[in-house]
T-cell receptor, first 110, second 114 residues
């Protein structure tokens, strides 16, 4: 089955700096790659996603890149703000199944 | 309606109790999921229903019993749980298979087993 690895597990950045989180996957059949932000006690919230036929997608301060050949995808957050502090999960979808990375705890220091 | 709802929001139960978690969606999604999540860990897949039939059971103990009465509803029946089963239980739904579409999460049920 699919195996998704995510790094780093924790990340601290100064407010205004950029943050990058990286994920790799193993199954070439995976075709959809969402990123979730989860605040304490709340549901995972989709912040951006990318399909396998696209290399890059941007939404304001958030961008995702996908390298299908290397089987890795990354989340980029620019101009970070304290409210960006949360746990971020990447995922890969194969068929009906979503495989999650282990999560990155992001802290933005004011 | 682009929402998945779950009840109850919080549940405290003893190890001998029987309770049920409920999930509902009206987006026409035919894939529905139950996940268990511990703090700061990724959601852990328990069950997947596809067209109201159980398609994936990730070796979940029999004290958890899922049910899909119709295409909009998903239940999780709980019996004789252990304290280690305390977690956030998330329901989710998505469109079927190869179209690679978004998964919508409900707000979750925070379960505490005493």
């Amino acid at each position: 089955g699919e195996n998704v690895e995510q790094h780093p597990s924790t990340l601290s950045v100064q407010e205004g700096d950029s943050a990058v989180i990286k994920c790799t996957y193993s199954d070439s059949a995976s075709n959809y790659f969402p990123w979730y932000k989860q605040e304490l006690g709340k549901r995972p919230q989709l912040i951006i996603d990318i399909r396998s036929n696209v290399g890059e997608k941007k939404d304001q301060r958030i961008a995702v890149t996908l390298n299908k050949t290397a089987k890795h995808f990354s989340l980029h957050i620019t101009e970070t703000q304290p409210e960006d502090s949360a746990v971020y999960f990447c995922a890969a979808r194969t068929g009906n199944q979503f495989y999650f990375g282990t999560g990155t705890s992001l802290t933005v220091i004011p | 309606d682009t929402e998945v709802t779950q009840t109850p929001k919080h549940l405290v139960m003893g190890m001998t109790n029987k309770k049920s978690l409920k999930c509902e969606q009206h987006m026409g999604h035919r894939a529905m999921y139950w996940y268990k999540q511990k703090a700061k860990k990724p959601p852990e897949l328990m069950f997947v229903y596809s067209y109201e039939k159980l398609s994936i059971n990730e070796s979940v103990p029999s004290r958890f019993s899922p049910e899909c009465p119709n295409s909009s509803l998903l239940n999780l029946h709980l019996h004789a749980l252990q304290p280690e089963d305390s977690a956030l239980y998330l329901c989710a739904s998505s469109q079927q298979g190869l179209r690679g579409n978004e998964q919508f999460f409900g707000p979750g049920t925070r379960l505490t087993v005493l």
